[in-house]
T-cell receptor, first 114, second 114 residues
């Protein structure tokens, strides 16, 4: 069975600084998708960034980028120039190709200090 | 588009009562998902539909839970009878296809069973 692990329950970053959130996963599949979702206090789940496993290039969305290490089964999220609005719970998620089920990690709560 | 719509946003009920949660997916999306979020178990998939047909209901906890999708624009998740351990946030999400496409989440329903 596939699993997703986020080893950092809480992280803190100073405004304008950079922070990296860790995620590892376990799968025997070779093709799959990885996602980072953000859940602010409003509890709305918002997609931050996605990565297709067959693509070697790391995904980037403005201040958000990932470090995808397929062999190590690692998928970390880097937030540059952190803003107060980035404070939220961040979930790493995995989904097999042609399957609908998202498998989530336990989440990392990020706080941003002004 | 209005996004995924869920109702009610909050529900408080007594143990033993029937609870019905409702969801309207984004127009044109052919996949609909029900997730549950608790502190103990995190975010987990309960069931998902493709073109109104249930595809994977392996996450449905027990016979007290049932889900239906009578048409492309409406789904319900019913709990009968409800128990305190059902207290959670229930999310509905929808997507177009099973490629790397995003699952768009609704705002969730916070259910409290006393």
């Amino acid at each position: 069975a596939q699993t997703v692990t986020q080893s950092q329950p809480e992280m803190s970053v100073q405004e304008a600084e950079t922070v990296t959130l860790s995620c590892t996963y376990d799968t025997s599949e070779s093709d799959y998708y990885l996602f980072w979702y953000k859940q602010p206090p409003s509890r709305q789940m918002i997609l931050v960034i996605r990565q297709e496993a067959y693509k070697q290039q790391n995904a980037t969305e403005n201040r958000f980028s990932v470090n995808f290490q397929k062999a190590a089964k690692s998928f970390s999220l880097k937030i540059s120039d952190s803003q107060l609005g980035d404070a939220a719970m961040y979930f790493c998620a995995y989904r097999r190709v042609r399957r609908g089920k998202l498998i989530f990690g336990q989440g990392t709560e990020l706080s941003v200090k002004p | 588009d209005a996004g995924v719509i869920q109702s009610p946003r909050h529900e408080v009920t007594e143990m033993g009562q029937e609870v019905t949660l409702r969801c309207k997916p984004i127009s044109g999306h052919d996949y609909l998902f029900w997730y549950r979020q608790t502190m103990m178990r995190g975010l987990e998939l309960l069931i998902y539909f493709n073109n109104n047909v249930p595809i994977d209901d392996s996450g449905m906890p027990e016979d007290r839970f049932s889900a239906k999708m009578p048409n492309a624009s409406f789904s319900t998740l019913k709990i009968q009878p409800s128990e305190p351990r059902d207290s959670a946030v229930y999310f509905c999400a929808s997507s177009s296809g099973l490629g790397p496409s995003e699952q768009y989440f609704g705002p969730g329903t916070r259910l409290t069973v006393t």
